[in-house]
C-alpha cells in the first residue's frame, strides 16, 4: 500500500502492518491529520497506538474492528459544533470513523484546533 512516509521508521513498520480492511482508512485519516497538523511528530506509544503530538501528545489513533478512533487528549476544549466527538471524561474526547466518508472538514477542524490550544 502506498502512503507517505514518516520520519519514524516504526510508524512506517506499524502501517504497513495493518490488515488490509483497515489500512486504507487509517492511511486517509493520517494523510487528513498531518494535512492540518504539519507540525506534529508520529511516534508509537503503548504498544499499538499512533500518537501526534508536538511537546506534548494531542492525538492517539486506536484501530478496531472497522473503525479507527482518535482520541483528542485535550478533546474538552475543542469547539464540536459537528456533534462528533464522544466521552464524558474530564479532557479527552473520541471520534471515531468508520467509513472513507468521513468529515475531512470536521476532523482538519478538531486537529487544528488542538494545535492551538497547545
Not at 30 to 35: D, E, F, G
Not at 37 to 62: A, D, M, R
Request: net charge positive; charged share 25%; proline share 3%.
Amino acid at each position: 500500500m502506498k502512503f507517505k512516509k514518516s520520519k519514524n521508521d516504526i510508524v512506517n513498520e506499524y502501517i504497513e502492518a495493518l490488515k488490509d480492511d483497515i489500512a486504507p482508512l487509517f492511511v486517509d485519516i493520517r494523510s487528513t491529520i498531518l494535512a492540518a497538523g504539519p507540525s506534529f511528530n508520529e511516534s508509537i506509544k503503548w504498544k499499538n497506538c499512533l500518537v501526534y503530538g508536538t511537546t506534548k501528545n494531542h492525538i492517539q489513533t486506536v484501530v478496531g474492528k472497522g473503525k479507527v478512533s482518535l482520541i483528542f487528549f485535550e478533546g474538552v476544549s475543542l469547539n464540536d459544533k459537528y456533534g462528533l466527538l464522544e466521552g464524558d471524561g474530564s479532557k479527552a474526547r473520541t471520534m471515531r470513523i468508520t467509513s472513507p466518508n468521513y468529515n475531512k472538514k470536521a476532523l482538519t477542524e478538531y486537529v487544528k484546533q488542538t494545535l492551538k490550544n497547545q
